[in-house]
């Protein structure tokens, strides 16, 4: 079993959350480690040091712009010997071979855009790598998205968006873990929802 933790952790700079974050990459003995939302710039080798504790580090960082966004993912080079990397603001893919069990596998962390438009434009432009990572893909992150009307509380659905991220994951053949333990992973006040997802492409 490969254990992969994603966390949309809303800033990076506390010691305190570094000592959590690590205390969590040790206990979920997680190989590859994907954070958005770091709200952080020039992420080096340094700090990612203080947050690993397990086998070989490397890592690929995408700089937040002002104090919003912000992308890190580290992964047990050990473990998990990666050929390729691509990355934008909102997304890293990362495309290596597992040593056990011995697997080549595409991951894409995923940090959805703020904006609808921006978000569409994000599952045209991920869709458009396939040709070029032909290995089967997890997708992880944080969408900032719905599928359904049980993803929400509210219940209300935009119908373009929905059908946006439902093209995505067809073109991919992508086939989504249930969610164990909770029904929503954000909320706010009185709305809650599910945006955050793992998805997986059959071999």
Known sequence: MISILSWNIRG???????????????QSEAKIVCL????????DRNLCSRLWN?????????????ASGGLLMMW??????????????NW??????????????????????????????MWKELKGLKPSFKSPRLLIGDLNETINTEDRRSKKLNRRRVGALKSFMDALQLIEFP?????FTWSRNHEASRIN??????E
Do not use: W
């Not at 958005?36 to 710039?41: L, V």
């Not at 397990?54 to 002002?66: Q, S």
């Not at 390729?84 to 603001?89: A, E, G, I, K, L």
């Not at 997802?197 to 059959?202: D, K, L, S, T």
């Open 12 to 26: 990076l700079g506390s010691t305190i959350k570094h000592s959590h974050l690590k205390e969590l990459i040790s």
């Open 36 to 43: 958005c939302e770091t709200k952080k710039q020039g992420i």
């Open 54 to 66: 397990t086998g070989g580090l490397e890592f690929r960082a995408v700089d937040a712009e002002g």
């Open 76 to 89: 047990d080079d050990t473990f998990f010997h990666v050929s390729q990397v691509q990355s934008n603001r």
């Open 92 to 121: 890293i893919l990362v495309e290596g071979r597992f040593s056990a069990p011995s697997a080549t596998f595409c991951v894409c962390f995923v940090y959805g855009a703020s904006s609808v438009e921006s978000r569409i434009e």
């Open 179 to 183: 969610l164990i333990g909770r029904k």
């Open 197 to 202: 997802r793992a998805m997986a492409q059959p």
